[in-house]
């Protein structure tokens, strides 16, 4: 058991060691540098760079699955909005306790995810058109129901998820190693977690091989309308308010971290570990930007620049070895 | 150099990770002769082919055309060195019309204005020279797989190439259109191209070929002239050994009928399809292709919406909506196209086998590794698939094991009906012994076999009982001790 936990972790390196380079690279630069060499490797720099981005591991987790599954979806940014609205809505506009309002958070992720999984799975219309259209109808429902204006919550309760600690460790860490342990169990111990790497990889043998193939895409697009709902109450509370645009450009953010972390993008193929890195790279990239004062209009091409870089590397890597 | 050959290869290497797919391998064609390239899977002749075509990048070796030092480094150049080759996966756009597709990259026209009339009627001219029934205009998608195949041959032909080279054209073709496809490479020749041609099936070889070079692991083993050559010499060249029973079949007494079909349709190809099978019994389909062999056999598995007719397992009705379905009744069907229809090919060896069996590892969010390992190895053993580990990723395996894993995989199910389509498409004869001699056992141990196969000979030696099917029925029921070739041809053409 030991030597297979050891082998693991080998294979876990040697499958991303171009990545985990990068990572490294970026962190040695950052502690070397003289204007951030004081302030990005304290414990206060590394919670919050593990805090910001936390939402991102939420979305990442399930968009690594439809990825994986042959898809995508563009709806999760749009639902964060909607979510961290629902939640305050009804603790300030209905006066329901706070724990209601992110079940009810959690509920609208689901029913959106549940929405492009079914439209996905019952007819041919691809994801990315799918998930295109429950975007801007999710965006419309926020502003509907928000009339454009943030939704103000200032109460301990609503707080806790995204600013709150448990001793010093902030809660929205803690909820993110919560979420990537579900998701790897998901996608490695589970039946679920094999069938969706058969259908992306060939959607008609898996039919072939008798899987459920709408129901294993009804179920991951359910996922991760869930984890964009758990996204937008972590963003709500940070901000001690639902933003009816909040979590604008997220689901790009997370498709990047995907990406970047070696998941191909016409399916069947991809780990959650290289993932995980993906989501770090871009945590410490914008920390880093931010720390050595780049104005935030650059900081957009500098990340664009990034991952075109990171991909490319991952491409030439994958020649070589013959894949 | 006392002879000019049309095309040289010196002392080819190239390896994989893991694989050293070719070593040392030396080559040659002359202008105007058929010659085949004969070996195992994983003999390294598809290898060899990608090389000659660009595809791959040999280690070391030299590449002589006419004589001249010619270095082969892209597809693009391969094509300019004169060399045109028909894959033996299908590489056409399905999209795209049959013109399109034909003329892919060098269309007619201006660069900014496509000729679309030109390359229309140049397409149809050039199909209806070889006697192909295809409209040039129809998208690449609505053709059957032998259509593909015929419009593969066609454009490469179209090339003007002098280096023809076709990795197994007739795998799906029908005896009709292999026909056709002899005559046209008979013409090819008289123009002086050399045609390298890889097949498994001896009968064409001797029937076209003048010379065959047999590879083995990846090295040439020896080149002969086929027709002072004996089959049995090159099956023993081939696998190294001599290969007794090439057929194996014990035929016994079969026991009760274990399923019985009536009246079933798929709404489309298949019309009216009424058959039994039993306990122990090895049923052949025998047709030409798109007689609704397959298409019957995928609405019996639930692969058919449209589906009409009853199904009757065991003596009971059964209802059958989908695959899984059919893996309650205990009914397997491994499809004809593995490519389509069967590999997870990014995936390993093991991700392959087990798919269709996780429940009997994967539990309460537990994997047991040990189990998952455990079953892979049993069919890898069971079907002698040769794998460097269960670790590889399915794409690199050669044809002819690609297929032993399709087929474990099923057997992994447990099937008391299996239904294999086409089994021995593209794979080589060393491998198909394996699998006649597999099924033999697992008759012999209570299961029932369906066998789809357009190759007669192994319809007649290794069933009980042959149904042919023509037009979407049935036309006729042999058993094994009055079936023949030109009876099932008589009932197959009807």
Known sequence: MVSRFKSGIIKYFKDNIGIIIALIAMCIFLVIFPVTRNTFMTQKNIFNILRQNSTNLFLATGMSMVIILGGIDLSVGSVIALSGCIAAGCVVKLGLPEIVGFAAALLVGAAVGMFNGLVISKTDIPPFIVTLASMNITKGIVLVYTEGAPIRCMTDAFKFPGAGYIGPVPMAVILMVIVYIIAALIMNKTQLGRHMYAVGGNPQAARFSGIHVSKVKFLIYTYTGIMAGLAGIVTASRMYSGQPTSGNGAEMDAIASVVIGGTSMSGGSGRLGGTLIGVLIIGVLNNGLNLMGVNSNWQYIVKGLVILLAVYVDFIRNRKAGR | ?494
């Open chain 2, 1 to 494: 150099m006392s002879e000019q050959y049309l095309l040289e290869m010196k002392g080819i290497s190239k390896s994989f990770p893991g694989v050293k797919a070719l070593q040392n391998v030396d080559f040659q064609l002359k202008a105007g002769e058929i010659h085949a390239l004969l070996g195992e899977n994983g003999a390294g002749k598809s290898t060899l082919i990608k090389v000659l075509g660009g595809i791959y990048n040999a280690e070391e070796g030299e590449i002589f055309i006419d004589g001249q030092k010619t270095k082969i480094d892209s597809v693009t150049g391969a094509r300019e060195a004169g060399i045109s080759i028909v894959h033996q996966e299908l590489v056409l756009v399905p999209y795209m019309t049959v013109a399109e597709n034909i003329f892919l990259g060098r269309e007619p026209g201006t660069k900014m204005n496509v000729d679309r009339r030109k390359m229309e009627e140049d397409a149809q001219i050039l199909l209806d020279t070889y006697q192909m029934n295809i409209h040039a205009g129809t998208l690449v998608e609505r053709l059957t797989i032998a259509q593909k195949q015929m419009v593969e041959i066609v454009k490469a032909i179209s090339f003007q190439a002098r280096i023809l080279v076709m990795d197994e054209p007739t795998s799906s073709i029908s005896d009709k259109e292999i026909g056709f496809l002899f005559e046209t490479m008979r013409a090819l020749v008289k123009k002086g191209v050399g045609i390298i041609y890889i097949s498994h099936k001896m009968s064409e070889l001797e029937e076209i070929c003048d010379r065959v070079t047999v590879m083995r692991d990846g090295e040439t083993v020896g080149t002969r002239t086929v027709s002072t050559t004996k089959k049995d010499d090159l099956i023993a060249l081939m696998v190294g050994r001599e290969l007794t029973n090439y057929y194996t079949r014990d035929f016994r007494t079969p026991g009760e009928v274990v399923l019985k079909c009536e009246h079933i349709s798929d709404g489309k190809m298949a019309k009216d399809v009424s058959f039994e099978v039993h306990k122990g019994e090895i049923v052949g389909f025998a047709g030409l292709v798109g007689a609704g062999r397959s298409e019957a056999m995928k609405a019996i598995f639930g692969l058919a919406p449209q589906m009409t007719g009853e199904v009757w397992v065991k003596g009971k009705k059964a209802k059958i909506q989908s695959p899984v379905d059919a893996l309650k009744y205990k009914i397997a069907l491994v499809p004809e196209s593995r490519k389509e229809e069967g590999l997870y090919k990014v995936q390993s060896v093991r991700f392959n086998s087990t798919i269709q069996v996780l429940g009997q590892f994967i539990g309460k969010l537990r994997v047991n590794a040990q189990k998952e390992w455990d079953i892979t190895q049993k069919y890898v053993n069971m079907m002698k698939t040769k794998t460097p580990g269960q670790e590889q990723v399915i794409h690199n395996l050669s044809g002819g094991n690609q297929q032993k894993v399709m087929i474990g995989r099923w057997l992994a199910t447990d099937p008391e009906i299996l239904i294999l389509d086409e089994p021995t498409r593209g794979v080589d004869v060393g491998a198909k012994a394996e699998i006649y001699s597999i099924m033999n056992e697992l008759v012999k141990k209570g299961m029932s076999i369906i066998m789809i196969s357009s190759e007669l000979p192994e319809i007649i030696n290794m069933s009980d009982r042959v149904y042919v099917m023509n037009d979407g029925r049935i036309t006729g029921c042999l058993d094994h001790n009055s079936v023949t070739q030109e009876r099932i041809m008589q009932m197959a053409a009807k």
